[in-house]
Nanobody
Framework: QVQLVESGGGLVQAGGSLRLPCAAS????????MGWHRQAPGKLRELVAL???????NFADSVKGRFAISRDNANNTVYLEMNSLKPDDTAVYYC?????????WGQGTQVTVSS
């Protein structure tokens, strides 16, 4: 099994910034793509951003130019840097990773953006 622990969520005003770290531990075999999804109340979970093991990044159109994703392979950690936050970014953010054992998810961290 792989365990993912997210942190960094909270309440922020519109226009503000937050940084979400997510650390992977446990039976890590060939840790592959890591990324973030989010789920707002009453909405489906959606991809926010991902980064492959070779550093290729992909972002949802709604966050392009505002969010950045990076990873520290030595510490098995992925970071989501969120800037120019909007109330529409309010959601529970879930970290995930792909490994040789399959896909694993974190428990989620709440991000609330006030107007």
């Amino acid at each position: 099994q792989v365990q993912l622990v997210e942190s960094g969520g909270g309440l922020v005003q519109a226009g503000g910034s937050l940084r979400l770290p997510c650390a992977a531990s446990g039976n890590i075999l060939s840790l592959g793509t890591m990324g973030w999804h989010r789920q707002a109340p009453g909405k489906l979970r959606e991809l926010v951003a991902l980064i492959t093991s070779s550093g290729i990044r992909n972002f949802a159109d709604s966050v392009k130019g505002r969010f950045a994703i990076s990873r520290d392979n030595a510490n098995n950690t992925v970071y989501l840097e969120m800037n120019s936050l909007k109330p529409d970014d309010t959601a529970v953010y879930y970290c995930y990773c792909n490994s040789g054992l399959g896909r694993f998810w974190g428990q989620g961290t709440q991000v609330t953006v006030s107007s």
